[in-house]
C-alpha cells in the first residue's frame, strides 16, 4: 500500500483564493482526521470521520473550513476564503482501530499552505 | 477535556540516553502512545504502551507508565544523531480519537 496520500504538497495562494487540499486515505481504513500544524499551536485536530460520516468537527476553526469525504477513498479539505493566519502544513491521517482499541494512526506526507 | 504535557524541548549528546516525559489527564485512556515526527514530514507510531502495563521495552526503546500519577516517559539508550525528531505522546480510548501533546523536539548533538 501507498499510505496516505495528499496533494498537492506544497501550496502557496494569495488571500481571498479558495483552497483545496486532498487526501486518499489507506485502503481499508475507516477512519479519516484532518490536522494542522503550527509553530504556535502545535498538532490541532480540525475533523475526524467514520466510515465516511463526520463525527467532531469542533475543531473547524471557522466557516471558512470545510471537509467532505464523498467516498471511503476520498476526502478534501477546503479553505474559502483563504487568509495568511491559514498558513500551516495540513495532515490527513486514516486508522483501522482494532477489536482491542488500538488505534494506529497512518499519517500522510502533509500539505504545506502558504497564504500571502 | 482530556489534556496531554510535554516538555517543548531536549537536547543530548550522542551515545547518551534521553528521556522525554509526558502527562495526561484521561484516567479512562485505553492505549498510549508515541509518536515520531521527522523533518519534512508527517507523524509516525514509534512505540505504545496498553494501560494496565508499566513498562514496555523494544530495541532502544523502553516506555515506562505511571498510572497513578498519569505520567509517561519514553527513554531510548544509546541516542544517534537519527534519532533527532518531534516526539509526540497521545491518549486514547477504545474507538475515540487520539489526544497529542504538543512534542518534545530532540536535537543529538555530536
Known amino acids: 500500500d501507498a499510505g496516505v496520500i495528499q496533494s498537492p504538497r506544497h501550496e502557496v495562494t494569495e488571500m481571498g483564493q479558495e483552497v483545496t487540499l486532498r487526501c486518499k486515505p489507506i485502503s481499508g481504513h475507516d477512519y479519516l482526521f484532518w490536522y494542522r500544524q503550527t509553530m504556535m499551536r502545535g498538532l490541532e485536530l480540525l475533523i475526524y470521520f467514520n466510515n465516511n460520516v463526520p463525527i467532531d468537527d469542533s475543531g473547524m476553526p471557522e466557516d471558512r473550513f470545510s471537509a467532505k469525504m464523498p467516498n471511503a477513498s476520498f476526502s478534501t479539505l477546503k479553505i474559502q ?33 502558504t497564504v500571502l | 477535556g482530556e489534556d496531554v504535557e510535554q516538555s517543548l524541548f531536549l537536547s543530548v549528546r550522542e551515545g547518551d540516553s534521553s528521556v522525554i516525559n509526558c502527562t495526561y489527564t484521561d484516567s479512562s485512556s485505553t492505549y498510549l502512545y508515541w509518536y515520531k515526527q521527522e523533518p519534512g514530514a508527517g507523524l509516525q507510531l514509534l512505540t505504545y504502551i ?61
Request: glycine content about 12%.
Open chain 1, 81 to 113: 476564503p483563504s487568509e495568511p493566519r491559514d498558513s500551516a502544513v495540513y495532515f490527513c491521517a486514516s486508522s483501522l482501530i482494532g477489536t482491542g482499541g488500538l488505534d494506529e494512526q497512518f499519517f500522510g506526507p502533509g500539505t504545506r499552505l
Open chain 2, 50 to 110: 496498553f494501560s494496565n502495563m508499566d513498562m514496555k521495552q523494544d530495541q532502544r526503546l523502553t516506555v515506562l507508565l505511571n498510572k497513578k500519577d498519569k505520567h509517561l516517559s519514553l527513554r531510548i539508550a544509546d541516542t544517534q544523531t537519527g534519532d533527532s525528531a518531534i516526539y509526540f505522546c497521545a491518549e486514547g480510548n477504545a474507538g475515540n480519537m487520539l489526544t497529542f501533546g504538543g512534542g518534545t523536539r530532540l536535537m543529538v548533538k555530536p
